[in-house]
């Protein structure tokens, strides 16, 4: 796998296939698991307003860790949310499975193309769409969250949240993120932090200082939800 001429990543025609492969299974296996999960809300107060069961109300940079990317495909589906997604060969099939779910991919990460898809990300905001972040992708460390959320609120004026789903039942990849398939008609516990703004004038320190704070907070919000169902540490 190499970028072409125009920055894009290509791949071998063995790569090609295993790529239409996992997308297409992956595709089925939410859309056969997902209606069964049975999903209950959490949010701190001063968080998003809470209106059908859909905390999403506000333009807003959401972060999540990468290990409930399924389920969350699934509870966030069809909503035009943009989620940046690595150039890498694991993001690319993870773009191709969001995109057939109703969200929009904007490549790159922390380490590969990654002013361009803030940039990219920014114009989403400024359209009115939600931002997304799988916060320790594309490759870990595990539960350690990237500084590209605080950055671009800073530069759009939209605040941070964060949230985690834990699932009561599931299985567990081996993968670095120990990524969880849901396993079907097990409850779903979504937590959902309050809402943290980044001031546009704010300096290096304070950009520490509202980094620490959002890991703070998706380290609180999984806690809690991975306690609803005993699933501690």
Known sequence: MAPDQHGQETFSLRQRLSLWLISGLGVLLIRLIGPTLRFRVEIEPGGPELAD???LLVPAVYCF???CILPAAWFFRHRDIAV???RSYDGEYI???IQRLGFRAVRGSSSRGAVRAL????TEIEQGRVAAFTIDGPRGPRYVAKPGPVLLARHTGVPIVVFHIAVERAWTLGSWDRMIIPKPF???VLCTSRIMTVPEDSDHD???SKHAEMQAALDRVREKADAAFGQLG
């Open 65 to 67: 860790w990468h290990r």
């Open 206 to 208: 304070l950009r520490e």
């Open 186 to 188: 097990s409850r779903a």
């Open 84 to 86: 940046m997604t690595s």
């Open 95 to 97: 773009a191709r499975i």
């Open 119 to 122: 940039l990219g990300m920014h």
């Open 53 to 55: 069961k859909d905390p």
